[in-house]
Each structure stands twice: as C-alpha cells, then as structure tokens.
T-cell receptor, first 114, second 113 residues
Framework: AQTVTQSQPEMSVQEAETVTLSCTYD???????LFWYKQPPSRQMILVIR??????QNATENRFSVNFQKAAKSFSLKISDSQLGDTAMYFC???????????FGQGTRLTINP | DGGITQSPKYLFRKEGQNVTLSCEQN?????MYWYRQDPGQGLRLIYY?????DFQKGDIAEGYSVSREKKESFPLTVTSAQKNPTAFYLC???WGQGTGELFFGEGSRLTVL
C-alpha cells in the first residue's frame, strides 16, 4: 500500500523568508501524481501544486515550487517570499495513475510570522 | 459560482443518535468523496463514489453510510455504531479520471456530547 509521510508536524518562519516542507512517499508504481494541498484556517482545502511522476521538470506555481526526487521518493514544497496568507496546514498527497483514492500525509502546520 | 457546499458547518449531537451531513456540488463532477480529519492523522477516506447509485468503502467506513442518488449530492450518515464520531468531515469531488485533483467543501465539524 502506498504511504505518504510528512516528518515536520509544525514549522514557523518570518514573513518574506523561504521555507521548505518535506514529504516522502512509498510506492512500487512508476506512474503517479503528487500534490500539495493547502488548508488555511478558514478550513477550505485548495490545491497548491501538482507533479506528474513522468515529468522530470519540477512544477512551479508563482512562489510555490517543488523538488521532485523520484528515485529518493521525495517531494518537497518550497515557498519563496512567504506571506502571512501562507499560514495554513499543508498536506502532501499521492495517487497512482488510474486509481481513485488519494493518499494524504499527516500534514504540516505552517505559521508565517510578521 | 461552481463549488461544493457542505452543511451544517457545526453540529452537536447526543451519543447514540444518527446524524446526516450534506454535500452538494454544482461542478458536474462524476466522483465524490468523504474524508475524516483528525489532528495529527491527516485525511482518511470514509467512502467514495465514482458514479450515481454506486459507492465504495474507503479506509474507515465502519459506522458510516452514504448514498448517491443524484450526481450532485453525496450525503454521509454517521451512525450510532461509529465509536468516535467527533471529528471534522470534508467532502470533495473530482472529474473521476484518477488524476487526483480534488475540490473540497468547507467542512462540517461534528461534536458528539
């Protein structure tokens, strides 16, 4: 069974700093997708960024980028120039291609301090 | 605007009572999901449905039931058989193509007294 592990339960940085959230996963599949989801204090979960395993290029979305290391099964999220609105729970997630069930990590609570 | 609506946002119930949480989507998504969120445990899948009148158990289905009579609606009933029902419940939907992009509702907080 696939598992997703986020080893940092909580992180805290100052506004404008860069922060990296870690995620590792375990799978025997070769085709899959990885995601970072953000859950702000308002509670509605939104997709931050997505990576297809077959793509070697790391995905980026504005200030958000990932470091995808397929051999190491690592998928970290980097937030550049962090903002107060980045304060949220961040969940790493995995799904095998064609599967229906997304597997989530335990989450990392990120606090951006002014 | 398209989206997912969950109701109620907060719900208090006495032990032994069944409760039903509503989830409606107007995104024309085929697949819908119910997750339970507990501190330190991430999101755990309760039930999911890929098509009307069909649904599958997730990882923690015991004590829960669902129905999918309409594409737009996927209500979750927390029965008295659920041993620890106090939790935050999230409904989500997707196109159902296995690509993993989920759209979430704002959640329902159930507290059993």
């Amino acid at each position: 069974a696939q598992t997703v592990t986020q080893s940092q339960p909580e992180m805290s940085v100052q506004e404008a700093e860069t922060v990296t959230l870690s995620c590792t996963y375990d799978t025997s599949e070769s085709n899959y997708y990885l995601f970072w989801y953000k859950q702000p204090p308002s509670r509605q979960m939104i997709l931050v960024i997505r990576q297809e395993a077959y793509k070697q290029q790391n995905a980026t979305e504005n200030r958000f980028s990932v470091n995808f290391q397929k051999a190491a099964k690592s998928f970290s999220l980097k937030i550049s120039d962090s903002q107060l609105g980045d304060t949220a729970m961040y969940f790493c997630a995995f799904i095998s291609q064609g599967a229906q069930k997304l597997v989530f990590g335990q989450g990392t609570r990120l606090t951006i301090n002014p | 605007d398209g989206g997912i609506t969950q109701s109620p946002k907060y719900l208090f119930r006495k032990e032994g009572q069944n409760v039903t949480l509503s989830c409606e989507q107007n995104l024309n998504h085929d697949a819908m999901y119910w997750y339970r969120q507990d501190p330190g445990q991430g999101l755990r899948l309760i039930y999911y449905s890929q098509i009307v009148n069909d649904f599958q158990k997730g990882d923690i289905a015991e004590g829960y039931s669902v129905s999918r009579e309409k594409k737009e609606s996927f209500p979750l009933t927390v029965t008295s058989a659920q041993k620890n029902p106090t939790a935050f419940y999230l409904c989500a939907s997707s196109w159902g193509q296995g690509t993993g992009e989920l759209f979430f509702g704002e959640g329902s907080r159930l507290t059993v007294l």
